[in-house]
């Protein structure tokens, strides 16, 4: 089993920036593939970004390609999102998730591990 754990949330103003980090421990493996969702209150999961595990390619949501950064460093077996020019859209609880995939990286079904979650406010 690997254990998710997110960290890095909070208040921050519109057009500000946060970098949110997911450690991973247990049976962590560079062989996962990483990604991250996020769920605004009443809205359905959203996918937000993901990075494959050995091409190292990134895939990004439309609406925050350009403003957000997924890395990953596998020596320390964390993964984290760089989230720049922050809009109050943003707000949601953010998850880092993973498992052993190659593809459909934004559908959450295709992850088996999940965190519990970091909350983002983003005031206007």
């Known amino acids: 089993q690997m254990q998710l754990a997110e960290s890095g949330g909070g208040l921050v103003q519109a057009g500000g920036s946060l970098r949110l980090s997911c450690a991973a421990t247990?049976?962590?493996?560079?062989?996962?593939?990483m990604g991250w969702f996020r769920q605004a209150p009443g809205k359905e999961g959203e996918f937000v970004a993901a990075?494959?595990?050995?091409?190292?390619?990134?895939y990004y949501a439309e609406s925050v390609k350009g403003r957000f950064t997924i890395s990953r460093d596998n020596a320390k077996n964390t993964v984290s999102l760089q989230m720049n020019i922050l809009r109050p859209e943003d707000t949601a609880v953010y998850y880092c998730?993973?498992?052993?995939?190659?593809?459909?990286?934004?559908?959450?079904?295709?992850?088996?591990?999940w965190g519990q979650g970091t909350q983002v406010t983003v005031s206007s």
């Open positions: 998730a993973a498992n052993l995939i190659n593809s459909d990286y934004n559908r959450p079904a295709s992850f088996r591990f």
């Open positions: 247990g049976r962590t493996n560079s062989d996962y593939s």
């Open positions: 990075h494959h595990w050995n091409s190292g390619r990134t």
